[in-house]
């Protein structure tokens, strides 16, 4: 069964600071992995998808990327900002008809 | 837009009452999911659609919980008895078949009293 975690389930840093988020999976058979941010009581917003052949993704000051074999993604974030404070989640297509696994997510602030 | 409207935003019932939540996909799509989330979690896998078909439920879908998707259009995910554990975000994402991004709704937050 595939697991997700996330770590840290927080981070508090100030602004413009650069910062890291991790997550690993436990099953390296991956199909695609996605990362999302969460505001407090919305929806999630897809950020990034990484497929599995690929080993990055960027998208303005957001870079994730992947190494399957080892079970781990990053997601970096260049010169963060206040806006950028959400809830950060992680989610792996396990592949075929199964659906997305989620991790519990990090929870970031950013300080000004 | 997000190109998926959820309703009601957020409900509070009492416990034992039934409701019902409904999932408007605005894009093109080719699945729809239902997810539910409590507070401090990611997302849990509930049931999804393809078209008309429900094609897959979770173990956490009990039986007081129905899930329909009538011509392939909205659906609804209706909660009977609903008892306090039911308290949760429940979120509609639907999937497009030209890739494999989800996109979500705003979410129905149910608070059972």
């Known amino acids: 069964k595939q697991e997700v975690t996330q770590i840290p389930a927080a981070l508090s840093v100030p602004e413009g600071e650069n910062l890291v988020l991790n997550c690993s999976f436990t099953?390296?058979?991956?199909?695609?992995l996605q990362w999302f941010r969460q505001d407090p009581g919305k929806g999630l917003t897809s950020l990034l998808l990484?497929?599995?052949?690929?080993r990055e993704q960027t998208s303005g000051r957001l870079n994730a990327s992947l190494d399957k074999s080892s079970g781990r993604s990053t997601l970096y974030i260049a010169a963060s900002q206040p806006g950028d404070s959400a809830t950060y989640l992680c989610?792996?297509?396990?592949?075929?008809?199964?659906?997305?696994?989620f991790g519990k997510g990090t929870r970031l602030s950013v300080i000004a | 837009d997000t190109g998926v409207s959820q309703d009601p935003r957020h409900k509070i019932t009492k416990r034992g009452q039934n409701v019902t939540f409904r999932c408007d996909p605005i894009?093109?799509?080719?699945?729809l999911y239902w997810y539910r989330q409590t507070l401090g979690q990611g997302p849990e896998f509930l049931t999804y659609?393809?078209?008309?078909?429900?094609?897959?439920k979770s173990r956490l879908l009990s039986d007081r919980f129905s899930a329909e998707r009538p011509k392939g259009s909205f659906s609804t995910l209706e909660i009977q008895r609903t008892e306090q554990g039911d308290s949760a975000m429940y979120l509609c994402?639907?999937?497009?078949?030209?890739?494999?991004?989800?996109?979500f709704g705003a979410g129905s937050r149910l608070t059972v009293l």
């Open positions: 099953d390296s058979a991956i199909y695609n």
């Open positions: 894009s093109e799509h080719n699945r």
């Open positions: 990484i497929q599995s052949s690929q």
């Open positions: 659609f393809q078209n008309e078909a429900q094609l897959e």
């Open positions: 994402a639907i999937q497009g078949s030209w890739a494999n991004v989800l996109t």
């Open positions: 989610a792996v297509h396990p592949g075929g008809n199964t659906p997305l696994v």
